[in-house]
């Protein structure tokens, strides 16, 4: 098993920034890939990056790309999403997941609980 834990959404003005961490726990050797996720209220889970433990490869979705950027710390086994120019349509509970491959389908073994991004225009 590998437990997920997001942390650091919250409230924040369109063009502002705000960092997600996700720390991951126990088997984390066998899920090689991390990913982050988005759901907005109505909508499907949408895939919003993803990369392996090594950062090779590394995906972005389009609406994200030159906006997000997605690190990791291998010595705490966290994830990290930094976003900046945040949009209204930014606005979603967001997810950590982890699996045995990198892909950027829903295909993931481990989800978090989500944490609130909320972007006010």
């Known amino acids: 098993q590998v437990q997920l834990v997001e942390s650091g959404g919250g409230l924040v003005q369109a063009g502002g920034s705000l960092r997600l961490s996700c720390a991951a726990s126990?088997?984390?050797?066998?899920?090689?890939?991390m990913g982050w996720f988005r759901q907005a209220p109505g909508k499907e889970r949408e895939f919003v990056a993803a990369t392996s433990w090594s950062g090779i490869p590394t995906y972005y979705a389009d609406s994200v790309k030159g906006r997000f950027t997605m690190s990791r710390d291998t010595a705490k086994n966290t994830l990290y999403l930094q976003m900046n120019s945040l949009k209204a349509e930014d606005t979603a509970v967001y997810y950590c997941a982890a699996g045995p491959a990198v892909v950027v389908t829903t295909n993931y073994d481990y989800w978090g609980q989500g944490t609130q991004v909320t972007v006010s225009s």
């Open positions: 126990g088997r984390t050797f066998s899920s090689r890939a």
